[in-house]
């Protein structure tokens, strides 16, 4: 379901998080919540996390809010949840998500495959001999 969204996202270190009190209440909400779900899959979730090798601790403060009008007054009055995702995915060489590097290979082989084969085509096609240096006309 595609939801109208306007998104704000506001990055934080430790110890700014820790000097304002809006956002100790705020990690201590999040910390009861966490307590009240399931242990099970929270340690799924660990298992498939990988450690990253230099660690930089920040909060991450996602204000989404729907971004829509409706003649509908009990929806304005009371919009639907705006649902997100945060996908974290490491950078190689900071330029590339490593998520993708294996669809970038593919891709890669694809088109350098796909060049040698054209040629080997092309060259079927017109009746050449893989070697020869036979001219298209004479002079």
Known sequence: ?????????????ITSALDTPSLIQ???????????????????????????A???ALFLRIHAAADFYSTNQSLMLDPQPVLVDIILDP????IFPRSLAPTAIYIGTLAI??????????????????????????D
């Open 1 to 13: 379901m595609q939801q109208p969204t306007a998104f704000w996202l506001d990055t934080f270190p």
């Open 54 to 56: 230099s660690t930089i």
């Open 26 to 52: 705020d990690l201590a909400a999040y910390a009861e919540l966490r307590q009240l779900t399931d242990p099970y899959q929270d340690s799924v979730a660990q298992v498939t996390e990988e450690p990253a």
């Open 113 to 138: 495959g796909s060049y040698f084969l054209s040629g080997a085509l092309w060259r079927w096609l017109i009746n050449e001999p893989v070697g020869s240096t036979k001219k298209p006309h004479a």
């Open 91 to 94: 950078y190689l060489l900071n």
